[in-house]
């Protein structure tokens, strides 16, 4: 268990937690690398980059929006906060965490 990848995501999920409803279709994806580098976390920074949660949003953002296919999320699983994680995420961080199941479409919007 990574105890600082597991404290990262705790943030990123509180940071979000206003915006965060479960089961919604629209979603926003955060880059784990990115927020570990703000962080001043070099080692999660490399080991993550580009790699990225899956915020689902109460209402969509303005702006450019994709449309995809929700099967894209079938190894996620949800974290406490409602976001989704990449299984092998969640399983570094030592998330026992329940299989995040996605709508059949989903819908990125860029912000």
């Known amino acids: 268990m ?3 990848l597991k404290t990262l995501l705790d943030r990123i999920g509180r940071q979000y937690e ?3 409803a479960p089961d919604a279709r629209h979603y926003l994806e955060v880059d784990i690398g990115r927020e570990a580098r703000a962080l001043g976390l070099g080692e999660l920074s ?3 980059a580009a790699t990225h949660v899956v915020v689902p949003l109460k ?3 303005p702006g ?3 449309r995809i296919d929700g099967r ?3 190894n996620y699983r949800r974290h406490r906060s409602g976001m989704a994680v990449p299984g092998y ?3 570094a961080a030592g998330l026992e965490a329940e299989a995040y199941r996605a709508n059949d479409s989903m ?3 860029f912000a």
């Open 18 to 20: 206003d915006r965060i």
């Open 64 to 66: 450019m929006k994709v």
């Open 2 to 4: 990574d105890a600082q």
């Open 59 to 61: 209402a969509p953002l």
């Open 89 to 91: 995420v969640a399983d």
């Open 107 to 109: 819908i990125l919007n």
């Open 72 to 74: 894209t999320f079938v």
């Open 46 to 48: 490399a080991r993550f």
